[in-house]
């Protein structure tokens, strides 16, 4: 079969959710990577409880929709694959960048940062591509990517607190992959770490959330 994969650019549109209101009064706005399988509208019930006056909340959709198994009639996203990996990434970071773009979030509020599964790894990269400086970075049951490394973070250190949340009986992510992941935090942002496991599966843990502000 004499087949040829070829490539094309063109735009396309896509959506984005926010929870409360980005006023004078806002102290911290959220950026928050969704998991595989949730829509960003969705996403945004596990920040609920967050003060609506201090909080301003902004979750960016993943753009591969599908029907989830075995019933598929829901439908989620994904942010990446192994596929073409690359090209989608940089897909992705042009996505968050016309987000911020839209936003237009001032420099004198807190910036967080987070990620939550698959979440962590879009989250993380474009934090290193972009040198987006934040206040906290928060990566919740998620994988660090392998090609980050220590300098990508240089210009965040002393500026940012890091948060590493899993729950110890996740069952995507065993004692041998913390572990990995535990060190590969360290290593990326030396001392600055919080490690924060808790006693549960593979969900979101609204109150290490509400108590990280």
Not at 85 to 103: G, I, P, Q, S
Not at 151 to 178: A, P, W
Request: proline share 3%.
């Amino acid at each position: 079969m004499n087949s040829t994969e070829k490539e094309i650019s063109y735009k396309i549109t896509n959506s984005y959710s926010t929870l409360y209101n980005l006023t004078e009064a806002t102290k911290n706005v959220w950026f928050v990577c969704h998991g595989m399988s949730y829509l960003s509208r969705y996403f945004l019930k596990y920040f609920k409880d967050l003060n609506p006056e201090d909080n301003y909340i902004i979750a960016p959709q993943a753009q591969s929709k599908y029907y989830i198994p075995p019933a598929f009639k829901h439908v989620g996203a994904s942010w990446l694959t192994k596929e073409n990996t690359l090209k989608e990434t940089d897909n992705v970071m042009r996505y968050f960048d016309a987000v911020f773009n839209v936003e237009q979030i001032p420099d004198d509020i807190n910036l967080i940062v987070f990620g939550y599964s698959q979440g962590v790894s879009v989250a993380m990269r474009y934090v290193a591509k972009r040198q987006l400086k934040c206040s906290q970075m928060i990566l919740h049951s998620g994988g660090i990517p392998k090609e980050l490394v220590a300098d990508d973070f240089k210009f965040l250190q002393g500026h940012c607190k890091v948060s590493l949340i899993y729950g110890t009986d996740d069952e995507y992510l065993n004692d041998e992959r913390m572990e990995q992941e535990t060190k590969r935090v360290h290593e990326l942002f030396d001392t600055n770490v919080t490690v924060m496991p808790f006693d549960g599966r593979h969900i979101v843990n609204v109150d290490i959330i509400n108590s990280l502000v």
